[in-house]
């Protein structure tokens, strides 16, 4: 059984920084996709960020330059720096495993900018 522990959400003012982190554990097949994911009030859940394990990363246009997803194969874990923090930025972050065909999803962790 595979699970996905995330941290790292909170409240933030505009401008300011959070780092999420996500670690999987349980029978991972070693290649595999990670992501994040984020879903506000009243919008449809979308894609933050994407990262293989070739370290090819992809973001939505409205975090580039902003966020930077990154990984640590070893420990099956996934990151995401958000620097520059805006009010759109407010949702519910959950992380994403794709592996050996099946996906998985963690509990999600609740960001909110605001001053």
């Known amino acids: 059984q595979v699970q996905l522990v995330e941290s790292g959400g909170g409240l933030v003012q505009p401008g300011g920084s959070l780092r999420l982190s996500c670690a999987a554990s349980?029978?991972?097949?070693?290649?595999?996709?990670m992501a994040w994911y984020r879903q506000a009030p009243g919008k449809q859940r979308e894609l933050v960020a994407r990262i293989t394990n070739t370290g090819s990363p992809y973001y939505v246009d409205s975090v580039k330059g902003r966020f930077t997803i990154s990984r640590d194969i070893g420990k099956n874990s996934v990151y995401l720096q958000m620097n520059s923090l805006k009010s759109e930025d407010t949702a519910v972050y959950s992380c994403?495993?794709?592996?050996?065909?099946?996906?998985?999803w963690g509990q999600g962790t609740q960001v909110t900018v605001s001053s």
């Open positions: 349980g029978s991972i097949f070693r290649f595999n996709t």
């Open positions: 994403f495993l794709l592996s050996n065909g099946r996906d998985y």
